[in-house]
Every structure is written in C-alpha cells, then in structure tokens.
C-alpha cells in the first residue's frame, strides 16, 4: 500500500531468513572483534520477523469504531511525511 501511495513500482527485494542470519551473525562477531557494537542484534531481527495480527473485534464490541481504514491511514501518513 505504501509502495503504491508514493508511486514507487520497484520490487521489494528478499533476502532469505538463514541468509540474513548468517549475514548478520557474522556482521556481528566482524564488529565484537573491532570493538563495535552491532547496531541490529539477531533478537531485533527474529522479532521483526514475527507475525502480528491484532483483533479490534472486542473493542468494537463495546462501541469503538476506528477513524480511518489502513488504506485511508497509510494516505493519510504518507501525506504527512
């Protein structure tokens, strides 16, 4: 949605997940070595990769109904940045 928001049609890139790791693993002992710190942790990663889905069905239940739809939010941010 966002890619289509902006305009941009170029493909998304994927890298897969034992790759990413291993890159990152290795990009990780590389900066110990130096005496760096990693700027993203192999935890960071395996928590972005998680799948979130959220319910608001319990809360509209009680009377909440959201603002705007995703598609309606993701213009509305995009228009803000």
């Not at 990693?38 to 998680?50: G, T």
């Amino acid at each position: 949605m966002i890619k289509k928001e902006i305009g941009v049609e170029k493909k998304i890139k994927h890298v897969p997940v034992i790759l990413g790791s291993l890159m990152l693993s290795l990009k990780s002992i590389a900066d110990k070595t130096k005496g760096k710190k990693s700027v993203i942790s192999p935890e960071y990663i395996k928590r972005l990769l998680k799948n979130r889905n959220y319910s608001i069905v319990k809360i509209q239940k009680i009377g909440w109904k959201p603002k705007y739809s995703t598609e309606e939010a993701v213009k509305e941010t995009v228009k803000e940045l």
